[in-house]
């Protein structure tokens, strides 16, 4: 083969950046998913084509980096509070959608004249399906119809079976068939799915507690998944078993809108993964589209394969569940869209000598027409279904959130949680510093910009709708109450040392001031553990300090924020309140685990040894001073003396 036209390192990078870049631009005009783009512009700069490029190791390796990190994408992304919601619905579709499709390919590749292992695999080729068309449901406002979140919550199963298959197919090639060999491969998956699932999500939580700053975790991610991926291909896994593996394990342990998150996902969207789509359209044969008849045949096939089982399926699921047409057509759309799973099955196959080239071949044309179809059909019936409706904006305190930065000690984790919530609720973040000015003193004003920017680094988070507030007034107390009334702010956060200031006060002057005038909730925490590092909230309510009318507005507003944070809720309740608050918790469907146990006559006692140093606890509180101190008295503080957990007390206006 020639020499490709572009040998220079810096114009390799700019021929790779520019495609990435232009491609999908272009291509989205037309209304068409932008991975669809890249594969074009993959084949146009390769060597069938203009031979811009050569497919050389660099771009190999660069090719297995961006497979691995799609794979983790993939178990990032996948909802399982969602899934868990519909999970039974889910399980059903899933099995729907990834049997039958599974079963035809079987058919298929046994007719055309495949082994069985290559049968097994073009079924599970066929079987899955990507999520392409989220995008369009989020901007429909369908996610939470009980149709379409089924068959999101279907995308889990469906990925993880095709990879077992995939798993199963690729060690039997290479000549474990033995009954000893197959119990070994069976323990050794089922002890390493384990160690991830289970135990790297609590070694995650240990590491965050310990070390903190953007880049050590940011690092720390990067390790777990290329441990994950090494791990798996010494035990004879393949290396995107371990990497979806290791996307699942870091799903659980941190906050879905995470910055660290984030991150992660941005290098991996803009640099890893299309430049796998890049090497996907670099390695085809555009020419084989139509002079081969062997892959337009396989190609064709497994078009009309997809297009019919998951039809089938979408209608069987229908009928059990009674969805509409609409439901039908959308559901069918989306699991029609063959990408990521797809085209990793796909390469590995063909990598293991599983799969011939006109498979995969026919396979990348199956990718690009059935990512086109699903769009157009999601796009089209989708937009006919009534947006589901959604719990009263249970967020709604969270939707313009004060944040005081008057105490530096206490804020960082603070400002960590009040930035996570606001971005839950898509709501906006308002920093606050006040500047102290005597009443005859006159202010010279500078450096107040400074000071809220070096507060911490959550503040320059891009994710993070962000207001920073200098204020000049008599008093911090009088600066926050004025700056809260004039930019409309639904909740007030500020942070607390762990003891009082003043004998007779709640948590000190400054904050009692607030706490008592303020007509919006207050939040008071004195965090200890950074918001990565929380395992559990723990939910505390003592006697006498709620009325019960207001029980479910508050289980609303701490399940949002358990939600948020992404860890279980522990539920400690005086017995005044737990018929109620099962009643309540069940009409909630929280996504999230919830336990409920009584509460004892020592309060404090009962808090302590149930809680550990990663959970959060939660005292709400309705009502005036008085109130407040009748129920509470000395709790916070004995609690904060008493506890390595992080307390916040929330305190609602009556």
């Excluded at 202010?443 to 507030?469: A, F, K, Q, R």
Aim: one cysteine or more; charged letters at 15%; hydrophobic letters at 50%.
């Amino acid at each position: 083969m020639e020499a490709p036209l572009v040998q220079n390192p810096v114009a390799i990078f700019l021929t790779i950046i520019a495609v990435i870049l232009i491609a999908p631009l272009i291509i989205e005009r037309f209304r068409l998913p932008g991975i669809v783009g890249i594969i074009v512009g993959g084949i146009i700069i390769g060597p069938y084509a203009l031979n811009l490029l050569s497919v050389d190791s660099t771009i190999e390796t660069l090719a297995v980096a961006g497979l691995v990190y799609l794979m983790f994408s993939v178990g990032l992304e996948i909802d399982l509070r969602q899934f868990k919601q519909v999970r039974n619905k889910s399980i059903v579709f899933g099995l729907l959608t990834f049997s039958l499709p599974m079963i035809n390919g079987i058919v298929l590749g046994r007719w055309l004249g495949y082994s069985w292992s290559s049968s097994f695999l073009l079924g599970a080729v066929i079987a899955s399906h990507a999520l392409i068309n989220y995008p369009i449901l989020s901007r429909l406002g369908i996610i939470r119809n009980e149709a379409v979140a089924a068959t999101l919550g279907a995308t889990v199963f469906s990925d993880i079976s095709a990879l077992l298959v995939l798993s199963f197919v690729v060690r039997d090639s290479e000549g474990s068939s033995s009954a000893l060999d197959i119990v070994i491969m069976v323990a050794s998956m089922i002890v390493y799915t384990t160690f991830i699932l289970f135990v790297v999500p609590r070694l995650g939580k240990l590491f965050f507690r310990r070390f903190k700053g953007r880049a050590v975790e940011f690092q720390f991610i990067l390790v777990v998944l290329f441990t994950a991926a090494l791990v798996a291909e010494l035990i004879d896994m393949h290396v995107i078993i371990g990497a979806f593996l290791a996307g699942l394990a870091i799903n659980s342990t941190l906050p879905s809108r995470s910055p660290v998150l984030n991150r992660v996902l941005f290098l991996g969207e803009a640099f890893f993964i299309p430049i796998f789509l890049l090497y996907i359209g670099m390695i085809i044969d555009p020419a084989a589209f139509f002079s081969e008849s062997n892959t337009l045949i396989a190609g064709w096939m497994m078009i009309a394969s997809v297009y019919l089982t998951k039809l089938i399926a979408a209608w069987i699921d229908t009928g059990i569940f009674h969805y509409s047409r609409d439901e039908l057509f959308t559901i069918w759309g989306i699991t029609q869209a063959q990408a990521t799973t797809t085209l990793a099955v796909l390469l590995v196959g063909v990598e293991a000598g599983l799969l011939p080239e006109a498979v995969f071949n026919g396979g990348v044309m199956m990718v690009m027409i059935t990512c086109i179809t699903s769009s157009i059909m999601v796009q089209r019936f989708g937009s006919r279904l009534q947006p589901a409706v959604v719990r009263e904006k249970e967020g709604s305190f969270y939707n313009r959130i004060l944040v005081s930065l008057a105490n530096p000690g206490t804020q960082e984790h603070l400002i960590g949680l009040a930035g996570l919530l606001a971005r839950t609720a898509g709501g906006r973040l308002f920093p606050l510093h006040v500047i102290l000015r005597q009443e005859n003193e006159r202010y010279s004003g500078g450096g107040e910009e400074e000071v809220l920017l070096d507060s911490s680094d959550d503040l320059e988070e891009p994710e993070t709708e962000t207001s920073p507030i200098h204020r000049v007034d008599t008093s911090v107390a009088n600066g926050i109450l004025h700056a809260a009334m004039e930019n409309h702010a639904t909740m007030i956060v500020m942070g607390w040392h762990g003891k009082k200031s003043v004998r007779e006060s709640a948590f000190g002057s400054v904050v009692d001031q607030v706490l008592w005038n303020a007509e919006i909730p207050v939040l008071v925490g004195h965090m200890k553990t950074p918001i990565n590092a929380m395992n559990r909230m723990v939910l505390v309510l003592p006697a006498g300090c709620l009325f019960v009318a207001s029980l479910e507005d508050i289980l609303k507003t701490v399940s949002t924020m358990a939600e948020a944070v992404n860890i279980s809720m522990l539920v400690l309740s005086d017995a005044s309140y737990l018929e109620r608050l099962q009643e309540r918790l069940e009409e909630l469907a929280s996504p999230q685990s919830h336990k409920v146990f009584k509460l004892g006559s020592n309060v404090v006692r009962d808090v302590v040894s149930r809680t550990g140093p990663q959970d959060l606890i939660i005292i709400p509180t309705v009502g005036s001073r008085m109130r407040f101190g009748s129920c509470m008295g000395r709790m916070p503080e004995q609690l904060s003396e008493e506890t390595d957990a992080s307390l916040a007390v929330m305190v609602f206006p009556a």
